[in-house]
């Protein structure tokens, strides 16, 4: 039997310090926490950076280093830094060496790296290697190599590779959500179908019981399946709880692919121990005849700079559309005679249908309305110069030409706010890999010593 | 006529990576369920995202009384045409479907 205690669903999220002291308790044979997804939008990975606080993260990461010296197990965190790039791997690293020497701590880690070298992948692209998911963005050559980061996702393997060096912490860089839960009992011969499928039900701690707040979870893998035990006092894993998981945030709910194969829980069953625990067996993982790992990567898609103004008139708000659409064409007419081509401005109607645009066919607005000018172009000089052009349309442009010039609420000044370099996803591919390390790179070194 | 919110449990819809959004209906009970089954079709859906029927994943999952429909994203996540970064707000759509 292996005993995996999940402290939260991310570090940076919280937890309930009682749950993770009595998760202690229990013995675990590993902590394992993720730290990130790509749930927060491709500025994490495009940068290579974390959307947690320094100082929140320092804290969380302290204490639960704290907590698996006390235990004397592993502890391992996969997709460091919410996006897993190398250079959030390092953030983490340099919080960790920290920690250590404040502590006065000796720790042995391993650092397990996943970003790609785009013109490797290049070449894996020219052999065929790199496979399309759907819906697939087109990619080519250039595409691989705009991309600011490119991250491969780590599976069991690769984390046991991290383990097999017998690190007192794992700090892994992007990785699929289950695979630093699963590592451990596969290594130990529990039964393939119930760790992957304990390792998803787990991943994101106690969102699967009554109390999703409380964090931390202990999840046991045996021969036949998993049981999920929730450490908060007040927490219950329920059968229905427990099942409902595998809908959250999965397009398919019966099957999750990983690298090296996929799991089925069309045949599991879902048993409660009593008013708190849940065991599950008859979950199945089914091997794959290629070994491959997902690719995630993201890349500049310009410089935003954004305005808001806020208007309040009723003959203005009753006409709302036909007053920004003027404003889109006329800004767009005399930006293009300062500045050129090349820039978008998009006024967004926030109060009317800001959240759903096209779709909301049911959008009203209010007593008044929110206009949020976004303005995007190839350099940040150029979308701040057509934000400017913009700016005296927001404030002052009339419904028609015979009326006093109106005038509308800027909530602060300048109205127009920088938003830097902004970035997308363009990869959704998978990578066929001969050697699951291939495409990783795992190091160790001793901290404190 | 009742909109679904009025007789489900909970609908939600949330990203399911980048390019991927996943609708839950929560009924709550096998009428309800049944119900919902029968008047939420995948043609609907698509209606109201604005989708071809044809790349709408349906999922009947009787033992949890739930209706999943999953479907590429209106806008792939965080593009600059992605009005919600996380995807939450794509269930008043549905919520709001007569049943």
Known sequence: MVKVLIPS??????????????????????IAIDGGSTDSGPHYLGTGTSKYARGSTKAEWRELMEARAEAGVPLIIGTAGTCGADSAVDWLVEITREIAAELGMNVKLAVLKSGQRPDALIDALAQGKITHLNPAPEISEDVLASCSNIVALAGAEQIQAALDTGADIVIAGR??????????????????????????????GALATTAPNSGTILIEFDADGFTITPMGAEARATPHTVS???????????????????LDVTGAKYVALDDRRVRVVGSEWVVSDRYTVKLEGA????????????????RYVANIRAWCDDIVEKATEKARTRVGEGFEIELRLIGLDATLGELDTAAKSGTEVGVLGMVTAPTEALSREVAKVLNPYLLHHPLTEEEEMPTFAF???????????VYEFCLNHVLELDDPMDAFALTVEELGA | MSKLSDIAVKVR????????????????TPEVFSQVCASVTSARIAEVLKADPAVVDRYEMASLNVLKLSLPRPAIQGTREDRDMHGASFAALVAELDV
């Open chain 1, 9 to 30: 669903g991310a570090l940076g999220l919280g937890y309930d310090r009682a749950a993770l002291a009595r998760g202690i308790s229990e013995n675990p044979d590993i």
């Open chain 1, 175 to 204: 990785t699929t959500d289950t695979a630093i839960i699963s590592a451990l009992p596969l290594a130990r011969g529990c039964h393939a179908g119930g760790v992957w499928h304990g390792a998803k039900i787990g991943e994101c």
């Open chain 1, 244 to 262: 409902a998981h595998m809908l959250y945030e999965n397009s398919n709910p019966d099957i999750l692919y990983e690298p090296g194969g996929h």
């Open chain 1, 299 to 314: 890349r500049l898609a310009g410089f935003q700079t954004v305005s808001l103004v806020t208007v309040r008139d009723p």
């Open chain 1, 411 to 421: 909530p602060f000044s300048p109205p127009e706010v920088n938003r830097g370099a």
């Open chain 2, 13 to 28: 819809s949330k990203n399911a990576g980048p390019f991927w959004l996943t609708v839950d209906i929560f009924c709550g």
